[in-house]
């Protein structure tokens, strides 16, 4: 088994990499949302670093007067909860020190999650950063579409997954969606 800690590491320099070479990976990303499972509802995600940006997703959505949220970390330990936002909002800091909506906005429950990632696979397979904040989520809202939005050169083999791993239903990259396959 591949130490995760090598692996998390190799594929932090590979997404960066992938970053500096594509600055409209995300807005191209954007263009293929109709290609993702109808929602009503979708949890987008304020992105750190070099992850693949869902801001213009949002203003995608925004325009066509759909629902967006984001996800907010209330406890280190717990699943995330998530707050009605548009573009432009103003943000805070959450528990984990990621800019999410203030306490006054809605709680909401999405359908359909897209997450960031490190690194995937075509079965669903998820690595993600390590704090286990999305899998405690995805396991407290089960019915929830999980759907990850990456670049499509973040892609690896099969991921060993642990038993507290949840797989995603797809993955959303720059040049379209791709259901996961069964397993």
């Not at 670049?151 to 791709?178: A, F, K, N, P």
């Amino acid at each position: 088994m591949t130490d995760k800690r090598e692996l998390r590491s190799a594929m932090r320099a590979e997404r960066k990499r992938l970053a500096g070479l594509d600055a409209m990976a995300a807005d191209r990303a954007a263009s293929h949302l109709s290609q993702l499972p109808p929602s009503d509802l979708v949890a987008v995600y304020w992105a750190i670093g070099s992850e693949l940006g869902a801001e213009p997703i949002a203003r995608v959505m925004d325009a066509e007067r759909r629902a967006v949220c984001l996800p907010v970390v209330i406890a280190l330990d717990a699943p995330m909860i998530f707050r009605r936002w548009s573009p432009g909002d103003p943000l805070e800091p959450d528990a984990a020190g990621v800019p999410a909506p203030f306490p006054l906005a809605e709680t909401v429950v999405p359908d359909l999650i897209l997450t960031p990632l490190l690194a995937f696979d075509a079965w669903g397979g998820r690595l993600g950063q390590g704090g286990g904040h999305y899998d405690r989520t995805f396991a407290a809202m089960p019915d929830a579409i999980r759907i990850g939005l990456a670049y499509v050169g973040q892609q690896v083999g099969m991921l060993e997954l642990e038993s507290h791993d949840i797989r995603l239903h797809g993955v959303l990259t720059e040049v379209g969606y791709t259901p996961a396959r069964k397993v």
